[in-house]
């Protein structure tokens, strides 16, 4: 049986050309694991069109980013990576000879301090955040420097890609913190990429507004939060990895602030310049806007744990362009298509009955008028021998039966709209009685006027009879019936 997991503790092990999409998920056969609870993310639709159709990702996202966000052209396009980007105090990446240069350094095989960001290295440096996790009580992590001489040591390992054992005693808990912290300022870029400084600019600006539509200075968390989720999407692959563990650790490190004396706010001022700053500028460029970012990556800190899961739409959209191109009903509209549903459902079924009804209607009305012909029949054969009596009997004989009335398996067909002109249609009408004729009474002639019509052909047709005679043979008849 095939299941989709996903570890939310654990770096994925995969190539570093493959996106998180690929890495977070693994297929699993194992026939031990039947009956196992299986875990399906949510995500799974987001994921895989971001892995194999970018383009449209980028833009169906982009697109809800600057929904929420007013992003004049310029910073458009530096968010989508089309125009060189403008950050405070000239800051801005490295020019094309110097990038060249520090790739040629940086490709030494094991290097992790100063290297661009690879599944490789976030390996590496998890298992300084796996110690850490182990370690929240210790007061002062993060703000405490450790010892110089240690985290060279292990910075070394690292980068040789030797395997460290952090519980040995060796090394201290502000030692790996530090180090932690070392390796995001070495990054080439912030974790949270130059491209996206503006939109946190924005975002941070994100306000309620009152009910006359004026501008309040409470931020709405809403909005900055789903404006968060949308533009961690668009991160790549390494960074919203990396950024994820680093934001989990920092909110547990904030819940043990009563042991370590370091609050959101307090971690934020640690990690903002390596998270959110631009390289190499200062915190007079930035001026006004270090409030700002400070007060965005405590805000990150406290809902890391909403970050993370793209908003419902964005499920929503990904699993229709897969699933194909049906229109998202609302709540309201598939309560109304149910309810269709069952009305239909409910309706055939009465329809099914009353068919069902008629039908069985119908067969005892034909059983009764079989049982009324054959009574009829003898009725005439007791008769003594008259004009009469013959005439009768060829009117029988001339009705559409597949058998003689008078045999028991006769089964005599009823025409259901003619309008026969013998004594067998008058019996019939008499046995079918005023409901059904009475259904009829607009289009055929009433009961009354046939038999009365019966009873003027029959005196016509039998003039040397005795009229006595004739008449109480059809009232005896009709009695009968």
């Known amino acids: 049986m095939a299941a989709e997991v996903q570890s939310e503790g654990e770096v994925p092990a995969c190539d570093s050309g493959r996106s998180d999409a690929i890495c977070s998920f693994v297929i699993c056969n194992d026939s031990s694991l039947r009956g196992q609870p299986v875990i399906f993310n949510p995500d799974f639709f987001v994921e895989k069109l971001r892995h194999e159709k970018p383009e449209v990702f980028t833009e169906l996202v982009v697109s809800n980013i600057t929904r929420l966000i007013d992003l004049p052209g310029t910073e458009l396009a530096q968010l989508m990576g089309e125009v060189d980007l403008k950050l405070p105090g000239g800051a801005g990446p490295a020019s094309g000879f110097f990038r060249s240069l520090m790739s040629l350094k940086r490709k030494e095989k094991g290097v992790v301090f100063g290297s661009p960001l690879t599944e490789e290295g976030i390996a590496q440096i998890y298992q300084l955040i796996e110690y850490l996790h182990k370690n929240l009580r210790v007061e002062g992590l993060f703000r405490v420097p450790g010892n110089s001489v240690r985290q060279q040591i292990l910075r070394d390992a690292l980068n040789n890609g030797t395997d460290i054992d952090l519980e040995s005693g060796e090394f201290h808990s502000n030692d790996v913190a530090t180090l932690l912290k070392m390796f995001l300022g070495e990054l080439p870029e912030p974790l949270l990429t130059h491209k996206h400084f503006h939109v946190h600019l924005k975002i941070a600006d994100l ?109 929503e959209c990904a699993r229709l362009h897969y699933l194909g191109s049906r229109a998202q009903l609302s709540k309201d509209d598939l309560d109304l298509t149910t309810a269709c549903h069952v009305k239909s459902f409910s309706l055939a079924k009465s329809q099914k009955w009353n068919q069902a009804d ?50 028991e398996p006769s089964t005599p067909r009823v025409q259901k709209r003619a309008r026969s002109r013998s004594f067998s249609g008058l019996i019939k009408r008499k046995v079918l009685g005023n409901q059904m004729m009475s259904e009829k009474k607009n289009k055929y002639p009433t009961p009354e006027s046939v038999a009365m019509d019966e009873l003027k052909n029959a005196s016509k047709e039998n003039m040397n009879l005795d009229s006595s005679e004739g008449s109480r043979v059809l009232l005896s008849s009709t009695h009968r019936i």
């Open 358 to 407: 008629s039908c069985s209607q119908q067969e005892e009305i034909q059983q009764r008028t079989e049982e009324a012909l054959r009574e009829l029949f003898q009725h005439v054969h007791s008769m003594p021998e008259s004009a009469k009596k013959k005439q009768l009997i060829r009117q029988f004989q001339k009705q559409s039966l597949t058998q003689t009335p008078g045999r």
């Open 207 to 315: 306000m309620q507004f009152d009910d006359k539509g004026n501008k309040t200075n409470t931020p709405d968390k809403e909005r900055q939060i789903e404006a968060l989720q949308l533009l961690f999407l668009i991160l790549p692959p390494p960074n919203r990895n990396l950024l994820k563990l680093l934001l989990d650790l920092l909110y547990q490190t904030a819940k043990k602030q009563d042991k370590n004396k370091m609050s959101a706010y307090n971690l934020a001022l640690m990690f903002a310049p390596h998270v959110l700053w631009p390289k190499n500028v200062t915190a007079n460029d930035l001026q006004e806007n270090i409030t700002k970012l400070n007060n965005g990556m405590a805000f990150m800190i406290k809902h890391s744990q909403k970050l993370f899961k793209a908003p419902a739409y964005i499920r």
